[in-house]
């Protein structure tokens, strides 16, 4: 029997996907729920490739090159969708302060990393690693990765990062739940306290619309069109449904009042309370459609003509007769207003004849299923934006290279914005949550694998004859004095909630299991609502970071 010999391409498909498996089961031990996760294919690669070293084997450069490139931009650009759409409304109102407290532990962060560099002299290459490590945020990896190599670093120097990665990111997961514990019992947290008090304020400044049922008691407005009404329709508040002598109707725009009307009305809660001073009483008894020929239903738009065309041109009013009270999207609902735009993926709430609301699916679409559906064209094409995005040099003055968003910053970026515009023409990149995941998990264990295996035949010689303990030392200081800083102002000078603050400070890493540690405290959602809200911005940032400290440091 002939020997078995295999190909270049045959020899790295087999080693990447032993890293992704041997790498995939170790992530899912668990001491306590704490666990490398996905981390655990930078280990299996970088074993693997001290295996190979030893035995002779070495892999093609240039195919490795491209593996590693293309799982980050699938990576990065599967993030980007996800965020996307609630990216810009995470800056707003309470999120900002939130996105203040994470953004500052990202700055701090840096400012301790530039700190080890000038007091340690320690290779920029390896200080932009132990960063990436220290607060467990592999895009970060890539991203500095990409700039060291757009600089004109050569291989050894393009290699390191993910060696001083390596030796930092084990610290990195521990580090931000030894924060959340010294924080608990520093300022002597009452938990149930904690989260009683939080989901008072979020009953208060819920994300989704209440109702209030009103009795016109207001004669200056007898005989006067809704329309004509100070507060309604375009100002905030959606009347959606009304009892006049008896029978319900649609409120319409030129329906005329009476004294002893009731509307049903949908908006904010400081906008409802100021039409209930304007109109009358709040009613006795709710307005309900039950036992009458009015009907609600939630819709989906889906249709690529309805998608991206203002409320007021689709003349759902005019022509079928039925209200749209609220928009829900991204999980926040809207007051629907003329000028509101309806974007793919959004659910509106329509009232109306049964008749009439059957009509209105057709018109928006209410396929659900498009919703689980991938659009690849859309796909690629936001891959390619992303490239030449990423490709486009900015040049400042005292850098040695032009400043780019790289592989890594292009394809979030425009991600980002697809993701918010949801849909354009033929395009679609609205993407079920499944298949992001996947997507998103295939790039990273593709990246990781590949990092792995071209640093595994430094890391044991780095870790124990080099300086390896030394840059866990250093790992411990960019892990821990940020969160700390951050952690003890934001609760002993502003008064964060402990558990949305918990929120924070995993979503200033990132990290996944810090999350789950953190609403292992308490069932409350306030650590889940706050890691979300800070989510996408933080991502941007760490991803942004590493490039600029090898631009700025490789200047001096």
Not at 376 to 390: A, E, M, N, S, W
Not at 409 to 430: C, D, E, K, Y
């Amino acid at each position: 029997m002939t020997g078995l010999n295999l190909g270049e391409v045959a020899q790295a498909t087999m080693a990447l996907a032993l890293a992704g498996v041997l790498g995939l089961l170790l992530g899912r031990l668990s001491i306590r729920g704490v666990g490398l996760g996905i981390g655990g294919v930078l280990f299996a690669g970088i074993a693997l490739g001290d295996v190979s070293a030893r035995l002779g084997l070495h892999f093609n450069a240039e195919m490795m090159e491209f593996v590693r490139e293309f799982g980050l931009i699938l990576f990065v650009f599967t993030i980007g969708i996800q965020v996307g759409p609630g990216f810009f409304g995470s800056l707003r109102r309470s999120g900002l302060q939130l996105n203040l407290a994470a953004a500052s532990v990202v700055v701090l962060g840096v400012l301790v990393t530039l700190a080890v560099h000038f007091a340690f002299d320690v290779p920029v290459q390896a200080l932009v690693g132990i960063m990436s490590g220290a607060v467990t945020n592999t895009p970060g990896l890539g991203a500095a990765t990409q700039a060291l190599a757009d600089v004109g670093a050569g291989a050894d120097a393009v290699a390191m990062p993910s060696l001083g990665y390596a030796v930092a990111y084990p610290f990195g997961i521990v580090g931000i739940l030894l924060s959340m514990l010294l924080l608990r019992f520093i300022t002597r947290v009452d938990i149930p306290a904690e989260a009683e008090a939080y989901d008072a304020q979020r009953r208060r400044g819920s994300g989704s619309l209440p109702s209030l049922d009103v009795v016109v008691e207001n004669r200056n407005l007898d005989g006067l069109r809704l329309a004509e009404v100070p507060g309604l329709f375009d100002a905030g508040v959606v009347p959606s449904r009304m009892r006049k002598d008896g029978a319900l109707l649609v409120p319409q725009r030129d329906s005329v009042l009476a004294c002893g009307d009731v509307l049903h009305l949908v908006g904010p809660t400081e906008k409802l309370q100021a039409m209930r001073l304007v109109l009358g009483s709040e009613a006795a008894a709710p307005l309900t459609t039950k036992g009458t020929d009015l009907a609600w239903a939630r819709v989906v738009v889906t249709d690529r003509h309805a998608s991206g065309h203002r409320l007021r041109s689709l003349r759902l009013e005019e022509s079928y007769g039925v209200s749209v009270s609220r928009i829900n999207r991204a999980g926040t609902e809207l007051p629907a207003q003329g000028d509101s735009t309806l974007e793919f993926g959004d659910i509106v709430t329509v009232v109306g004849p049964r008749d009439s609301i059957d009509r209105v699916r057709g018109i928006l679409g209410d396929e659900s299923r498009r919703l689980d559906e991938v659009d690849f064209p859309g796909v690629f094409l936001g891959i390619v934006l992303g490239v030449l995005l990423g490709s486009i040099p900015i040049a400042v003055p005292g850098l040695p290279a032009p400043l780019k968003l790289g592989l890594a910053g292009g394809p979030l970026v425009v991600a980002i914005l697809l993701g918010r515009l949801g849909s354009w023409g033929p395009f679609t990149w609205v993407m079920p949550p499944v298949a992001n995941h996947a997507l998103r998990e295939f790039g990273i264990i593709l990246f990781l694998a590949v990092v792995g295996l071209k640093a595994g035949d430094r890391f044991l010689d780095t870790l124990i004859t080099g300086d390896g303990l030394a840059w866990v030392g250093y790992g411990v200081m960019i892990t821990l004095v940020p969160l700390l800083l951050v952690g003890f102002v934001a609760r002993l000078v502003f008064g964060f909630n402990y558990l949305a603050l918990c929120g924070v400070l995993a979503g200033s890493m990132t990290d996944p299991p810090a999350l789950a540690f953190a609403n292992a405290q308490s069932p409350s959602a306030a650590a889940s609502v706050s890691y979300a809200a800070v989510y996408p911005l933080v991502m941007g940032l760490r991803i942004f970071a590493p490039q600029l400290l090898v631009l700025m440091l490789f200047a001096m």
